[in-house]
């Protein structure tokens, strides 16, 4: 199976501030890779599909990046909305789709 | 406007059984695959089954293999997880899941709460 590991699986940062999050495969999926947010109590919502395609509704500060093993999820300016957890989701092979452990994005 | 409600989750004791629906609306139902999705209570998301939009191609992840059932009925527009030989490990929230033509998952339910205890 497809190991995705994120990092950080915490991040604090204030409203403004420019956030990276990195997701790694443990072996080429091309870009068959999407960023989920979630927050509490909540089903995950769609941001990225295909490593850098933004999904239909979502804000232009959220961008994707990155192909084979090494994916980033950047917010250009945090916003108070932005609070949640972020999930990272290969779906190179439907035999086995795989999520990464996450990352908190908490209030500095 | 697409909506997936789960149904059929509760309390059950290790070893037995349940069956999760997923009513589908909004959105032509036999023409998408589906997925179940769990998350165990203050933990990250995990892959449970998928389900091509004619059920031919059926995938199960190795922790649930040989022990759950996922199966649909497109004339209802509903998706099925069948449960047997329920352990502890299986409590969590579980999400139906729509794969959109990208072969993404685009959108979810609100998922329903499966607890295994005794």
């Known amino acids: 199976d497809i190991q995705m590991t994120q990092s950080p699986s915490t991040l604090s940062a204030s409203v403004g501030d420019r956030v990276t999050i990195t997701c790694r495969a443990s072996q080429s999926i091309s870009s068959w890779l999407a960023w989920y947010q979630q927050k509490p109590g909540k089903a995950p919502k769609l941001l990225i599909y295909k490593a850098s395609s933004l999904e239909s509704g979502v804000p232009s500060r959220f961008s994707g990046s990155g192909s084979g093993t090494e994916f980033t999820l950047t917010i250009s300016s945090l916003q108070p909305d932005d609070f949640a957890t972020y999930y990272c989701q290969q779906y190179n092979s439907y035999s086995s789709l795989t999520f990464g452990g996450g990352t908190k994005v908490e209030i500095k | 406007e697409v909506q997936l409600v789960e149904s059929g989750g509760g309390l059950v004791q290790p070893g037995g059984s349940l069956r999760l629906s997923c009513a589908a609306s909004?959105?032509?139902?036999?023409?998408?695959?589906m997925n179940w999705v769990r998350q165990a209570p203050g933990k990250g998301l995990e892959w449970v089954s998928y389900?091509?939009?004619?059920?031919?191609?059926?995938y199960y992840a190795d922790s649930v293999k040989g022990r759950f059932t996922i199966s649909r009925d497109n004339a209802k527009n509903s998706l099925y997880l069948q449960m047997n030989s329920l352990r502890d490990e299986d409590t969590a929230v579980y999400y139906c899941?729509?794969?959109?033509?990208?072969?993404?998952?685009?959108?979810w339910g609100q998922g329903t709460l499966v607890t295994v205890s005794s």
């Open positions: 899941a729509r794969v959109d033509t990208a072969m993404v998952i685009d959108y």
């Open positions: 909004g959105f032509t139902f036999s023409s998408y695959s």
């Open positions: 389900i091509s939009s004619s059920s031919s191609t059926i």
